[in-house]
């Protein structure tokens, strides 16, 4: 069992956002180890910004989350840099000094980098002593970006997938990418945190949910570029007895995109809200969509989201997804836009029925699809690293 390392986790996406894969395995870890999660880079005012539970003090952005046995951390990017771009060439020193610091505070402990963006391959250099380093591959991260700024951040994951002493990929299309690199490279699937499993008794439905009747039909996650909102568009004009909830955080370029969407009389965005509250929005839902667009990005997407709306036991549409093997029974996956709207039509249609296949999609989540399971999975392939690592 991997325990008593200190493993800074070199974070995309910050704690205090939605929960990603990385937050559930490093919460998994931290109960045998020392766990600092090391979100992104932030200027000094927008942290100051955060609610005082979501940060420390300038001086001290260390904190610990209530409940968690983790730590996380937040560096500050060099003031002025969006205005100035010569001070960016600061950025990776200013970073690699904080986290000197942090590690500094744990004499003696063998340190594991579990990295998860690629750009940050420069760690390798500045703690040549770490015991192993770890890439998480969590998505097509090159994708997400166009011209020269795709071409450098290629190059940085080719260097951190040949360097790494384990890569851990959370999607089979890039299992195949980074084994053109390595082949210390292993499939991690992901996993369901267990408080999204519906409870057998009877839950109130949240009251800005409850506002439209059933059957309702629901989008959760981060509605950004990669959702195909013509095709939403579509599937709710073609069921006018179904009310529509979108909910999560929108990305600038679509606020206008969403908020017109939300103008049909049978759709009603209602914001971002807390993760611990997103499973009683999911019971409240009778069917769960991922109508992603088909591009390189989605080709590599498997969403939390997709395990989260099977365990509170929805019927589950997607279109642009590609559905992890033992779970593809249990997604009604359309090929085409017109297939996607039919199968919403048929799941809004066929709501009231309780089929044995929900219960037992909920079984093989309760029983295959932990967190608990996941993080032991890891804690096997971190200590098969480290044992054969040259350092």
Request: hydrophobic share 40%.
């Amino acid at each position: 069992m991997l325990e008593n390392k200190l493993i800074i986790c070199d974070s995309n996406i910050p704690w205090h956002h939605n929960r990603y894969s990385k937050h559930h395995l490093m919460s998994q870890l931290a109960r045998t180890n020392d766990v600092v999660f090391v979100d992104p880079a932030e200027d000094w005012i927008d942290y100051r910004r955060r609610p005082p539970e979501h940060r420390g003090t300038l001086g001290n952005r260390c904190w610990q989350p209530p409940g968690e046995a983790l730590r996380v951390f937040t560096p500050l990017s060099v003031p002025g840099r969006r205005r100035l771009g010569f001070l960016q060439r600061w950025d990776e020193p200013n970073y690699v000094r904080q986290l000197r610091g942090v590690i500094g505070r744990y004499p003696g402990r063998e340190l594991v980098l579990f990295i998860g963006n690629p750009w940050h391959v420069f760690l390798l250099e500045a703690f040549p002593d770490a015991a192993g380093v770890v890439y998480h591959c969590s998505d097509n991260f090159p994708a997400l970006f166009e011209g020269d700024f795709r071409r450098r951040l290629e190059e940085r994951e080719w260097q951190l997938i040949a360097r790494a002493d384990l890569v851990v990929c959370s999607h089979p299309t890039l299992v195949d990418k980074c084994r053109q690199y390595s082949d210390r490279v292993h499939y991690l699937e992901h996993a369901v945190d267990e408080r999204f499993f519906r409870p057998a008794e009877q839950v109130a439905c949240p009251f800005d949910l409850a506002v439209g009747r059933p059957p309702r039909v629901g989008l959760v996650g981060t509605l950004d570029a990669g959702i195909d909102y013509d095709l939403l568009r579509e599937a709710a004009q073609a069921t006018p007895e179904a009310s529509w909830a979108l909910i999560g955080p929108v990305a600038e370029p679509q606020a206008q995109t969403v908020a017109q969407l939300a103008e049909l009389p049978n759709v009603r965005y209602l914001g971002p809200r807390p993760w611990e509250q997103l499973p009683e929005y999911l019971w409240g839902l009778q069917v769960g969509v991922i109508p992603y667009r088909r591009s390189e990005l989605s080709q590599a997407r498997c969403p939390l989201k997709l395990y989260e709306y099977l365990a509170a036991g929805l019927t589950v549409v997607g279109h642009g997804l590609t559905t992890p093997g033992l779970l593809e029974a249990y997604v009604r996956q359309a090929e085409t836009e017109t297939e996607f709207v039919g199968l919403v039509q048929e799941a809004v249609f066929l709501h009231a029925e309780r089929s044995a296949g929900r219960a037992d999609q909920v079984e093989l989540l309760s029983t295959k699809f932990t967190w608990k399971a996941r993080a032991g999975e890891l804690a096997s392939l971190m200590e098969g690293a480290l044992a054969g690592s040259p350092s």
